[in-house]
């Protein structure tokens, strides 16, 4: 399938075609597959989970595609590695009940826990805030880095990292509550 072919077919399937959605399925799952085999470091039963869950998050969200930003494969491996981390944030998470549930006993909150918390957080927001506050906290660029980097005025960089950080809030009180 060349790149003319494959943008046809994603604009069939962003207009609902099952057809053009086959073809999308057949020929990007080898390689989506064995990216999560790799991402599950070979756990086959978590790989066949994570590429399924990709196809249904891409079909739910393939209007959201923009081919400007990256290859379909590119957002597909994208929403692979995000939805690894929920799932392992979420296996983490079990575990650590399962565990303080068998003790019963309270023993102090370590680093890892908040920062796993963090990382879950960020990944169920949408790319554009995950971009802004990964670029502004985890790589440490400034506002005229940011700005420069994305295209776009420092004015709206503070906006978007401004509605980043409120949408950063609500999801992870979300989840301490869940907890």
């Given at each position: 399938m060349n790149v003319d072919s494959e943008?046809?077919?994603?604009?069939?399937?962003?207009k609902g075609?099952?057809?053009?959605?086959?073809?999308?399925?057949?020929r990007h799952f080898d390689a989506v597959y064995q990216f999560c085999i790799a991402l599950a470091y070979g756990r086959h039963d978590l790989a066949e989970e994570l590429a399924q869950?990709?196809?249904?998050t891409a079909a739910r969200r393939i209007r959201r595609f923009d081919p400007d930003q990256a290859t379909f494969r590119a957002w597909l491996f994208g929403i692979a590695k995000n939805r690894h981390m929920v799932i392992r944030a979420g296996e983490q998470r079990r575990k650590r009940h399962e565990d303080s549930s068998a003790k019963r006993d309270s023993e102090p909150v370590t680093q890892a826990e908040p920062d796993l918390l963090v990382?879950?957080?960020?990944?169920?927001l949408p790319r554009h805030y995950r971009v802004v506050l990964e670029a502004k906290y985890i790589r440490g660029l400034s506002m005229k880095e940011i700005a420069a980097d994305r295209g776009a005025s420092i004015e709206a960089i503070e906006s978007q990292l401004r509605r980043a950080r409120a949408g950063f809030a609500r999801v992870y009180e979300q989840m301490r509550t869940l907890e």
């Amino acid at each position: 399938m060349n790149v003319d072919s494959e943008t046809f077919t994603i604009h069939a399937a962003k207009k609902g075609s099952e057809q053009a959605w086959r073809e999308l399925f057949e020929r990007h799952f080898d390689a989506v597959y064995q990216f999560c085999i790799a991402l599950a470091y070979g756990r086959h039963d978590l790989a066949e989970e994570l590429a399924q869950q990709v196809f249904v998050t891409a079909a739910r969200r393939i209007r959201r595609f923009d081919p400007d930003q990256a290859t379909f494969r590119a957002w597909l491996f994208g929403i692979a590695k995000n939805r690894h981390m929920v799932i392992r944030a979420g296996e983490q998470r079990r575990k650590r009940h399962e565990d303080s549930s068998a003790k019963r006993d309270s023993e102090p909150v370590t680093q890892a826990e908040p920062d796993l918390l963090v990382h879950e957080a960020l990944a169920r927001l949408p790319r554009h805030y995950r971009v802004v506050l990964e670029a502004k906290y985890i790589r440490g660029l400034s506002m005229k880095e940011i700005a420069a980097d994305r295209g776009a005025s420092i004015e709206a960089i503070e906006s978007q990292l401004r509605r980043a950080r409120a949408g950063f809030a609500r999801v992870y009180e979300q989840m301490r509550t869940l907890e």
